[in-house]
């Protein structure tokens, strides 16, 4: 006679009861997690770029599904967007996109926006939310300005710490961060939800150039992802000083002091195609993730 196996049992419970709750429950998710040009980048011949099949990875982006009022929102607009927006959980006569938040004018963060003119959906006053600057780039720049003209876009200007409601249920706050801000300023943003609160920061300077702790910051929210996009700064072969970013390294020695629970808070996105975490060269992904940090995965849900 055969001894049912309980334990089995238990972790099918388990998974089925979470994704059951995730289902009812408003949650982010992360779309894509790779810099700018994509992986493989454009013109790469390096062995990181040489087994990557095009397709794996998308450019940073995370989704926010409000299944309460079954809307679906985007935090920036990727030049791979209408592959990531097919990831999302569909509703029966729901919009293709509710909204989309916009962190800057850097070409992974907003140039998703091409799919939403004439050639691609047309969109019907799809409202995208924009800092001053970056909504006075969009409206004064073609090819942006003729989404405006032709209404497939609906700007709302939005300002650094103002809360913008989506739901009695969900906040979102733009925070303004350091970054090289060419064309328009640069925001994170904070989303508040029900239970649950995370912190975007895909793209900034120094975190010791903000106005703000990053480690304080952190200790405020349940989850955050932040940029990752080099590790050490000695990937490349350029003057970093014209492209700086907080190495992984150098937050990793931010919080290794901190207790564990909150270096689990954090995912890192955002990954430049010569981060040794994108191909665990060396054991350097192990490493990070037996100290308690995380590498953000194209599909990870966080509730709400």
């Known amino acids: 006679m055969k001894l049912f196996n309980f334990s089995v049992l238990l972790v099918f419970f388990n998974f089925f009861s979470n994704a059951q709750s ?3 429950s408003d949650y982010i998710q992360i779309l894509g997690i790779v810099q700018d040009a994509g992986y493989p980048h454009i013109g790469c011949e390096k062995d990181c770029c040489k087994l990557v099949k095009p397709g794996d990875y998308f450019v940073s982006c995370i989704g926010l599904v409000d299944n309460s009022n079954y809307k679906r929102y985007l935090f920036d607009a990727t030049p791979d967007m209408h592959n990531q927006l097919n990831l999302l959980e569909k509703f029966p006569n729901g919009s293709l996109v509710d909204g989309i938040f916009l962190t800057h ?3 992974g963060h907003y140039t998703g926006l091409m799919y939403l003119g004439r050639e691609g959906l047309g969109g019907n006053k799809i409202k995208v939310y924009a800092l001053k600057r970056m909504a006075a780039f969009l409206r004064k720049n ?3 300005d003729q ?3 032709l ?3 609906d700007i709302q200007t939005i300002s650094d710490k103002n809360f913008i409601k989506l739901s009695k249920n969900i906040l979102v706050i733009p925070i303004k961060v350091p ?3 060419e064309y328009s300023e640069t925001v994170g943003y904070k989303i508040i939800g029900k239970t649950k609160k995370i912190l975007f920061i895909p793209d900034i300077d120094k975190w010791n150039e903000w106005d703000k702790d990053i480690v304080e910051e952190i200790k405020l929210v ?3 992802f932040i940029d990752g996009t080099f590790y050490n700064g000695l990937e490349l072969e350029r003057d970093m000083s014209e492209i700086p970013h907080p190495s992984v390294e150098e937050t990793l020695e931010l919080f290794l002091n901190q207790p564990i629970s909150e270096r689990n808070k954090i995912y890192f996105i955002h990954i430049n195609h010569t981060n040794p975490i994108l191909t665990n060269r060396d054991g350097v992904k192990d490493l990070i993730e037996s100290f308690g940090f ?9 509730k709400l």
């Open 105 to 107: 004018a850097h070409i």
């Open 222 to 224: 349940d989850y955050a």
């Open 22 to 24: 995730l289902k009812e």
């Open 151 to 153: 209404k497939n876009i």
């Open 147 to 149: 989404l405006i003209k």
């Open 179 to 181: 970054h090289r801000d």
């Open 142 to 144: 073609g090819p942006w």
């Open 294 to 302: 995380n590498i953000a995965k194209r599909g990870l849900k966080f």
